[in-house]
């Protein structure tokens, strides 16, 4: 055991003083002294181990529940929308007496009576051309506002110890920001991608690693039952009851949270390693030099996942590959020659049009006005700098102005291009195109938006 000064003993400073910057250590009585000169340099080190000994953990949580965070927590609820849970109470049915519920949901919280209703089961297709269900559990309104009330008690608490690689669900972070780090890598020279996927994530992490996760953190005995309840809720589903015993369901308002919590101590550790890495909640890349640096990085979150966290990778997605081949990462497809819309965005895109555009609807207004909400959704998430989607935006435009036309003459013929022109769709009827979203640099080096004309790009070759 390494021999620490005898001066610990006889003054209290904080670790910074310590390590020698006299402006942490004005506290108290010491404003005006200076930290003593080390004299030999194993006092810092020794010092941090001692002080890194002591885990300081949060406590009285409880107590920070008060009636304006209830209302922020309602109000982030209310945003979100979302449908009605197992009691059939709508947000508009819960705001209705919305200080009175408020009222009695804090006073349950804080003296832990609070128990979650279970969840309602829906399954949601996993995308067009598969048969393969997504199972969602809706919160009832009043778990849902509680749930948030726990997920701003402890995101304070987690989010400043989550890697800076980190994306998902955290505030300030976004997927764009993900996608350009991996393209800064690449650019760098690392060309090798371990792509990886985590088999069915939410539906077998395990409670026990959840909480530990959480506990090392937290104290407050109370918020940390309420975190279980939540997770042991079960769910209904055509009215039967099924407990849980494993999983945090997708829909839940405090998942994404519990899934980063979990999830950080694979990043550290990929960290710690030296691999570069990406993640958007359970979606993460890792960037490498060569094929021998991903295999060894697949051996390590292999170990990572099964041995500590009992989660395991998908032997069908999890694949090896190389930049100039391409792979598929938050909707895009990224490779060295293009960043486009992966095939899976482009079908979904499409399965959200034709079930607008159906042929036996009329065209009117109100068509035009969703299809609106769709395009520029779409766009706004894949019209960026670094994207190469306008090819495919003039092809998924030219096939809109179809459906459309098929729409009002009840009938399918390419010599109706000619009696309902792509003027009729602009200036008539309104409807954007995905194309016009797209952004060019001018000779000034100015980014200027793109006028689609008749055709061909305004600018030459699609990009």
């Known amino acids: 055991m390494r021999e620490v000064s005898s001066l610990v ?44 000994m002591k885990k300081i953990k949060v406590h009285s ?22 449908a009605a849970g197992v009691d059939k109470v709508s947000i508009a049915m819960f705001a209705a007496n919305l200080e009175d519920n408020l009222t009695a949901l804090m006073r349950e919280l804080k003296t832990g009576t609070f128990k979650p209703l279970p969840l309602r089961r829906v399954h949601i297709p996993k995308g067009p051309g598969t048969t393969k269900l997504r199972p969602l559990g809706i919160p009832v309104v009043r778990d849902r506002v509680a749930q948030e009330v726990i997920r701003r008690l402890l995101a304070p608490i987690f989010e400043p110890q989550f890697h800076e690689h980190s994306y998902g669900f ?31 994530f939410f539906d077998n992490l395990s409670h026990r690693v959840i909480l530990a996760a959480v506990r090392a953190e937290v104290a407050d005995g109370n918020l940390l039952d309420l975190v279980e309840r939540f997770l042991t809720a079960g769910v209904m589903e055509d009215g039967v009851f099924t407990p849980t015993t494993i999983g945090t369901p997708q829909g839940g308002v405090i998942s994404p949270l519990l899934a980063n919590i979990v999830l950080n101590r694979l990043d550290w550790q990929l960290h710690a390693a030296g691999y570069r890495f990406v993640r958007y909640a359970d979606d993460f890349v890792v960037i490498c030099q060569d094929r021998t640096q991903a295999q060894e990085a697949l051996v390590l979150v292999k170990q990572v996942l099964e041995g500590e966290l009992g989660l395991a990778l998908s032997p069908e997605k999890t694949q090896t590959t190389t930049y100039g081949k391409g ?47 769709v395009i520029r959704g779409t766009a706004n998430y894949f019209a960026t700098r670094f994207s190469t989607c306008r090819w495919t935006f003039q092809k998924l435009d030219s096939w809109i102005r179809m459906r459309l036309r098929s729409m009002k003459l009840k009938r399918k013929n390419y010599n109706d291009n000619h009696k309902l022109r792509i003027g009729y769709f602009r200036r008539q009827l309104g409807l954007l195109t995905l194309e016009e979203f797209c952004t060019y640099r001018d000779r000034h080096g100015q980014a200027r938006r793109v006028i689609p004309r008749h055709g061909a790009t305004s600018v030459g070759v699609a990009r």
């Open 61 to 82: 949580l409880t107590g920070r529940i008060t009636p304006r965070l209830m209302r922020q927590a309602f109000q982030a609820v209310k945003r979100n929308r979302g």
């Open 170 to 200: 955290i505030p300030g972070r976004n997927c764009h920001q993900a996608i350009e780090r991996v393209l800064e890598l690449h650019r760098q020279g690392h060309r090798v991608v371990l792509d990886a996927d985590i088999q069915g």
């Open 327 to 373: 792979y598929d990462f938050l909707g895009f497809h990224l490779s060295s020659r293009s960043r486009r819309m992966r095939t899976k965005s482009v079908q979904k895109f499409k399965a959200k049009v034709r079930e607008m555009t159906e042929r036996h609807r009329n065209l009117d207004q109100r068509v035009i006005g969703k299809l609106n909400q």
């Open 9 to 52: 003993k006889t003054q209290n400073w904080s670790a910074r003083a310590l390590a020698g910057n006299p402006r942490d250590s004005r506290d108290g009585g010491d404003a005006k002294q200076r930290p003593p000169k080390l004299a030999r340099p194993n006092f810092v080190i020794a010092t941090c181990d001692r002080l890194a």
